[in-house]
């Protein structure tokens, strides 16, 4: 019954790797979200969806890109993988001001 | 724009002390504001939130005050314990748009016995 899953939990890869990060809710709600948790803790934002439309892309780089098939899934694309790439990738849904996160993807490049 | 601005840490309590960690905001419409904590090696984890000006959130023996005057959202707790460990994020959303997140810097909190 875990609200917003996201696998896998663990990801390593080597540099210049394709990889997916895939990302479910089963609450219902209208957007999801992608966010990067660097070493130092701090959360930044790198995507939302609302009903399957882009709402807001920050400067990230292209070879990031959202997928989502269906208004439960957000997936996340990463091309070409570099070393800086390396952090904990979090998943959100939310509905109003009620956001739930999933537990992440630690994902390292080597 | 919208943005949070949370106190750097590291803190480093001892078991039953008093904390506060201070976070004051800036944004371009009414707020809702939120505390989130992350335990070591877990995902982050909603821990109070107030909607408007004045509310109290308040969860586990932490509490934060929605304070428009002073644009602060202070957390507190009167009595740390080891297993309130973790890292301490303040937020904030403001319903326009995208209704994203913006988290402050994250303040890692360490309780000594």
């Known amino acids: 019954d875990t609200a917003v899953s996201q696998t896998p939990k663990y990801l390593v890869t080597q540099m210049g790797n394709d990889k997916s990060i895939k990302c479910e809710q089963n609450l219902g709600h209208d957007t999801m979200y992608w966010y990067k948790q660097d070493s130092k803790k701090f959360l930044k934002i790198m995507f939302s969806y609302n009903n399957k439309e882009l709402i807001i892309n920050e400067t990230v780089p292209n070879r990031f890109s959202p997928k989502s098939p269906d208004k439960a899934h957000l997936n996340l694309h990463i091309n070409s993988l570099e070393l800086g790439d390396s952090a904990v990738y979090f998943c959100?849904?939310?509905?109003?001001?009620?956001?739930?996160f999933g537990s992440g993807t630690r994902l390292t490049v080597v | 724009g919208d943005s949070v601005t949370q106190m750097e840490g590291p803190v480093t309590l001892s078991e039953e002390a008093f904390l506060t960690i201070n976070c004051t905001y800036t944004?371009?419409?009414?707020?809702?504001l939120f505390w989130y904590v992350q335990y070591p090696g877990e995902g982050l984890q909603l821990l109070l939130k107030?909607?408007?000006?004045?509310d109290k959130g308040s969860n586990k023996g932490f509490e934060a005050t929605y304070r428009k005057e002073t644009t602060s959202f202070h957390l507190e707790k009167g009595s740390v314990q080891v297993s309130d460990s973790a890292v301490y994020f303040c937020?904030?959303?403001?319903?326009?748009?995208?209704?994203?997140?913006?988290f402050g810097t994250g303040t890692r909190l360490t309780v000594i016995p």
């Open positions: 959100a849904s939310s509905q109003m001001d009620g956001y739930t």
């Open positions: 107030a909607t408007k000006a004045d």
């Open positions: 937020a904030l959303s403001v319903l326009t748009g995208a209704n994203n997140l913006f």
């Open positions: 944004a371009t419409g009414y707020p809702s």
